[in-house]
């Protein structure tokens, strides 16, 4: 059934077509460049995305064509069919092609704001993540910060904890490996305030608080020991990962208000 170009170092575990129709809005979720993207857009409209397996992480790929939706699940020969009947099942609901949106049509036709976003846009399909851990982590940080900081933070998350999968691709932490980075984390000892840049680059830096922001309430930015009990950053004042680096109030860091 397949014409695609299989991508480099997986097999090809399960396969299933449907007549095409629209897809999830949501499917572009964890698309980025680089370290802690788990999205990928394929040319002609499709979709990848790298999901933990029990054998090692899978690819999971939706391609619209002319006439039908294909999906595909891609991953280590070592997998077992019955996970890779359920990642399949997965990609059918990432890709809301089981979202049943009978009723809704009638249920906003009535109402004066819902009704013409339904006319310009049609019936709304969200689609679902395979696992309920990262559409819950996800939440978290969407309400913690915003936009594209959002995107940041999680994609930093993902590297740090996540599984390098193919494709270049990486796959969401589980909750195991979520859990054991904060059990280690924890720590009795008071949190020492972090070195803060001043001035321009090369300039000195200094080891108390910021300065106070619009005359109100300064802001300390502490963050947690180390080994060794060093509390500086790194060189060039960047966070622990130079490819990702740590966004206020998420990740190493924690803002805290005086």
Request: some cysteine; aromatic content about 4%.
């Amino acid at each position: 059934m397949s014409t695609s170009p299989a991508p480099a170092g997986v097999a090809l575990l399960a396969e299933d077509a449907v007549p095409r129709r629209p897809l999830a809005t949501t499917m572009w979720m964890g698309v980025g460049r680089g370290r802690g993207a788990t999205t990928a857009r394929l040319p002609g409209g499709g979709w990848r995305r790298a999901e933990q397996g029990p054998a090692g992480p899978v690819l999971l790929e939706v391609r619209p064509t002319a006439d039908r939706v294909v999906l595909q699940v891609w991953g280590p020969a070592a997998t077992e069919d019955v996970h890779a009947a359920r990642m399949l099942a997965a990609t059918r609901r990432w890709a809301g092609l089981e979202d049943d949106a009978a009723g809704f049509a009638d249920l906003v036709a009535g109402h004066p704001v819902l009704r013409e976003p339904l006319r310009q846009l049609g019936v709304p399909l969200i689609g679902a993540l395979p696992r309920a851990a990262e559409s819950f982590g996800r939440a978290v940080l969407d309400q913690l910060v915003q936009g594209l900081e959002a995107a940041r933070s999680t994609a930093q998350l993902v590297a740090l904890r996540g599984t390098p999968a193919p494709a270049g691709l990486w796959a969401y932490p589980t909750r195991e490996a979520l859990g054991a980075r904060g059990r280690a984390q924890r720590t009795p000892d008071p949190v020492p305030s972090v070195t803060v840049p001043t001035g321009s680059a090369g300039a000195a830096v200094g080891d108390g608080p910021l300065p106070r922001r619009d005359g109100a309430r300064r802001i300390v930015v502490r963050r947690r020991s180390v080994a060794g009990g060093a509390s500086a950053l790194p060189p060039g004042g960047r966070g622990t990962s130079p490819a990702i680096p740590p966004l206020p109030r998420v990740g190493n860091r924690c803002v805290t208000r005086s």
